[in-house]
């Protein structure tokens, strides 16, 4: 790629070099972090939060590489990602612009370290050498780029909803992040017929793409690993907080505040009409569930429709599986 730093995983060259951002603040940069099953709530959670003053929502920021930058789909705002003004802004602070990095190789930078298959040498902080030497290489990039994000924003708390427990354990590993991990958890059936529903990314404008749809049996197997393996940041960070997403969407911002209130970050911004609604102000996720680009006025409800439409041989399944969290008797919305 013409203009483009090189980030191959062994040739040893850095992305961006050690003095693209001089002058940058050292102080730590606060990420709070949503973790859970596909499925769950994390992007109106995501949302919710992004509201209030010092908070900056980015959606879920480790698909940049690859559906931000890679295939340049739309931004929360409504705009190519490549061509959204605050995106181009961070872009240019932490790289130089963003037309300087390979998304491709970037892409399996990330895929190098960020996955499931090592997820245990992270929690270890074991490996080979040239997983720690990948890994080092990631951080750095990582770390440029939150560190931009805060500066661009003026933002105080990014709110990180990417779900993946690798993505989490490496940013708990960041010495200049203080990392706030919420486990948000949904009745896993709700989340298997979730799964079942019709729908199109609307961030993808060449084509009609329909969201994926999977059988309750792969719903329910990414569930139990996904809930199993965020429980770890209870051993590793000291401001693990689980949340039902049941609650949320039945006591809103009672919900939200207490949950801000336990992690030790501000509540007093929040910014509902009334107990239930919220004006939801544009945003620059990168990805997410559609509801990313909802604005104006919604009311957040709970949603009983998995309750009476989910097949019962679909029911029976997602709660034969052993985990902590299935079948549990709640409802919740479906964004």
Not at 55 to 68: A, D, N, T
Not at 163 to 170: D, E, L, N, T
Not at 289 to 294: D, E, L, T, W
Request: proline residues 5%; contains cysteine.
């Amino acid at each position: 790629m013409n203009g483009s730093l090189s980030i191959g995983c062994d040739n040893g060259h850095r992305i961006v070099s050690d003095d693209s951002l001089a002058g940058m603040s050292d102080q730590r940069i606060k990420v709070l972090y949503i973790g859970g099953s596909s499925r769950s709530g994390s992007t109106l959670l995501d949302r919710l939060f992004g509201q209030i003053d010092g908070f900056f929502s980015v959606g879920e920021l480790r698909h940049l590489w690859e559906k931000g930058l890679g295939k340049n789909q739309l931004c929360g705002c409504g705009r190519p990602v490549r061509t959204c003004e605050f995106w181009s802004a961070v872009g240019q602070e932490a790289f130089g612009g963003f037309e300087r990095i390979d998304a491709q190789q970037m892409l399996a930078l990330k895929r190098s370290v960020d996955h499931w298959r090592y997820l245990p040498r992270l929690l270890r902080d074991s490996g080979p050498k040239g997983f720690q030497q990948r890994l080092k290489e990631y951080t750095d990039v990582l770390g440029r780029l939150y560190r931009a994000i805060q500066h661009v924003s003026g933002c105080k708390v990014i709110v990180d909803s990417s779900k993946y427990p690798s993505h989490g354990v490496i940013l708990n590993r960041m010495t200049e992040i203080d990392l706030y991990p919420i486990h948000l958890v949904r009745d896993s059936r709700a989340v298997a017929h979730s799964w079942q529903k019709k729908w199109f990314k609307p961030e993808v404008t060449d084509k009609r793409e329909p969201m994926p749809n999977y059988h309750p049996f792969l719903c329910a197997s990414e569930y139990l690993v996904m809930n199993l393996s965020l429980q770890r940041f209870k051993r590793i960070n000291a401001h693990y907080y689980f949340l039902h997403y049941e609650d949320l969407a039945s006591r809103p911002q009672q919900t939200l505040t207490a949950t801000l209130t336990a992690m030790g970050l501000p509540s007093s911004g929040l910014q509902f009409v009334n107990d239930r609604s919220i004006d939801l102000k544009p945003n620059h996720t990168v990805a997410g569930n559609p509801m990313r680009f909802k604005q104006g006025l919604i009311e957040v409800k709970p949603d009983t429709d998995w309750v009476l439409q989910m097949k019962g041989g679909h029911r029976s399944l997602v709660t034969a599986f052993p985990s902590p969290y299935v079948g549990r008797d709640r409802v919740g919305v479906d964004e």
